[in-house]
């Protein structure tokens, strides 16, 4: 039989309302990722910010200092909003932020494989960038940083999606580093959610002491696909549940319970 080409079947691929990662190749991603509409969105962004940067600018070195700094503080604040913001409860118990709670994040985590809720919507995604960045590049020098600084994040907002396309994929990364990360990110998503919130640099993990290597180091969270938002949770504030239209899971679709697995073994 010969080998599917990557192009080849990508309807398959499709649950309904996203790309299934964990029914993809790596060349299927690469097709895919370099063709979705966020990610051009963000394509055409990172052009547009670099050239307001060399508009506003006076000297091309004095633009670029922004760079080193956006790269180091911008690992720290998605730490943060990961931990505090994205897996903290305060959004899902109000009406009015729940449905936000909800696409960017705990639909997610109910089903880490589908490729339209792993990536944010860019109506939540751009501001954020522009927040935490354009005001480092505007201290740093006026206009022209704050516009390479936006640059500069959106470029690192590519890196970091396509790292963690792969950390769902059903691919096993050669490079040793990409491996580990993967396997940090796993963890993440299918042991325990309150730790190993980085995608490529854990440094903040290991810094706030959330950081853990395997699977032995802690027990397994009950709430690792739900985020605490369980069924008690969802009786006392339904909008999340009423948005999707079903109960919160407990475990990913086609998972098998333990009895399930010993009466088939």
């Known amino acids: 039989m010969s080998k599917s080409k990557p192009w080849q079947n990508m309807s398959s691929l499709r649950t309904g309302r996203s790309f299934d990662l964990g029914k993809m190749s790596l060349p299927q991603l690469w097709i895919a990722y370099l063709t979705y509409p966020t990610i051009l969105l963000y394509f055409v962004l990172i052009v547009a910010a670099a050239f307001g940067a060399l508009h506003f600018s006076h000297s091309l070195l ?14 720290l604040a998605w730490y943060m909003i990961h931990r505090f913001i994205l897996h903290g409860r305060w959004l899902y118990r109000n009406h009015w932020t729940a449905s936000l709670w909800k696409r960017i994040h705990f639909d997610h985590h109910q089903d880490p494989h589908l490729l339209d809720v792993l990536f944010g919507s860019p109506l939540n995604t751009v501001p954020t960038m522009g927040i935490i960045t354009m005001p480092i590049g505007y201290l740093i020098c006026g206009w022209s940083g704050a516009f390479c600084a936006l640059s500069t994040a959106l470029v690192m907002t590519c890196i970091y999606e396509f790292f963690h396309c792969i950390q769902h994929l059903a691919y096993k990364p050669r490079w040793k580093w990409v491996a580990r990360i993967k396997q940090l990110h796993v963890l993440h998503h299918f042991h325990d959610e309150n730790g190993n919130y980085g995608i490529t640099n854990y440094v903040p993990d290991r810094f706030f002491g959330s950081f853990y290597r395997e699977a032995r180091d802690r027990a ?13 949770e969802a009786k006392r504030y339904p909008w999340v549940m009423n948005l999707t239209g079903a109960p ?4 990913p679709d086609g998972a098998r319970s333990s009895s399930d697995n010993s009466r088939t073994a």
């Open 62 to 75: 004095t633009t670029l200092i922004p760079v080193p700094v956006v790269i180091v503080v911008y690992p």
């Open 248 to 251: 919160p899971k407990d475990r």
């Open 220 to 232: 397994r969270s009950q709430h690792v696909f739900n985020l605490g938002y369980d069924l008690d």
